[in-house]
């Protein structure tokens, strides 16, 4: 009996042995198979990938051939009409003018009042009665600025620099001797010597030469006229109210009646502030006052003085 159960279990060994045995074979042939089938199907998909990338730039391709060229002209023009395009949709801007003719007027003074011999005095002890003139007077000028740059040649934002090129007439009075009696005897001074010099300085009745006179006598009018050229530095640009100043500038004074010495030009400096305030437009109103330094008397006539008043400025 026992030996029966040892045969049996025997041959129950050998049976599965032998099947695991023609069973190993088969899977491993059948891993191996799946393998190289996946392969091929990744390679495949990859071939398809490429396949279908060239078709895609073959399209590409055969488009941009089909396209008509533009020659060189075509491209110019088209970048003109952007370029026309861009202009037109960007914000219209304020025309404005930098330069600036002016108009001026306001009050006048002198340091030093006419002392001279055609005004009336230095001349036989005052004997003609002139007196000296007034230092106050009043001024009337006009002129122009013109823009040289807008930050100072790159050194200061929002700062111009103007050159201004401008005259001026200042009155300081008259002496008025009218219907004055020049004297009852030819050569003489006469009683009411109110005359100056020229006035006298005349032939009398019977053409021989001396201080006669005129039966009536004219007056002398003290006068000024004043070119100046000069930088102007104006700040705040862009804004309406606009302070400026002039550090220095030249000015050339032709004083009316000549001195002593017959002297009438007498140069020097000048110096300035003010301000304007644009109206409308480029229309302004502006404030100023200016002192000219001349550092010496002409033949004993000083020109320093100052001008301060007002003017009306018109953009071009």
């Known amino acids: 009996m026992i030996n029966k159960s ?64 533009m ?15 861009s202009v037109k949709s960007a914000p219209v801007k304020e025309d404005h003018h930098d330069n600036t003719i002016f108009f001026r007027g306001g009050f006048a003074r002198n340091d030093v009042k006419r002392n001279d011999l055609l005004t009336g005095n230095q001349f036989a002890g005052n004997a003609l009665g002139g007196g000296r003139t007034n230092k106050d007077g009043w001024y009337v000028g006009a002129g122009f600025d013109f823009s ?3 930050d100072v040649w790159g050194a200061m934002d929002d700062t111009q620099v103007l050159a201004e090129l401008m005259f001026e007439y200042k009155n300081f009075g008259a002496k008025n001797f009218k219907g004055a009696a ?29 201080l006669a006179g005129t039966a009536n006598c004219n007056g002398v009018t003290v006068s000024q006229f004043t070119l100046t050229a000069a930088p102007k530095i104006k700040f705040m640009k862009g804004s309406a109210f606009r302070p400026w100043i002039i550090p220095i500038g030249l000015g050339v004074h032709v004083i009316s009646p000549p001195s002593n010495g017959v002297t009438v030009l007498n140069p020097g400096m000048m110096f300035g502030a003010g301000a304007d305030y644009k109206l409308w437009k480029d229309i302004y109103i502006g404030t100023d006052v200016r002192y000219h ?24």
Do not use: H
């Open 293 to 316: 330094l001349t550092g010496r008397s002409v033949d004993g006539v000083n020109t320093d003085g100052l001008t301060a008043g007002g003017y009306l400025g018109l953009g071009f």
């Open 148 to 150: 040289l740059t807008d």
């Open 71 to 85: 020659d060189a002209d075509s491209e110019k023009v088209q970048e003109l009409d952007q370029w026309m395009a």
């Open 182 to 210: 020049p004297g009852a005897a030819p050569g003489t001074v006469g009683a009411n010597p109110a005359c100056t010099l020229i006035n006298l300085a005349a032939v009398d009745t019977a053409g021989a030469p001396g």
């Open 6 to 69: 040892k045969l049996v279990l025997g041959i129950a060994t050998a049976t599965f042995t032998m099947a695991a045995v023609m069973v190993s074979p088969q899977a491993a042939a059948l891993t191996k198979a799946e393998r190289i089938a996946a392969a091929a199907n990744n390679k495949v998909d990859a071939l398809e990938a490429q396949l279908q990338a060239m078709q895609a730039e073959l399209a590409s391709l055969r488009a941009e051939a089909s396209r008509p060229r």
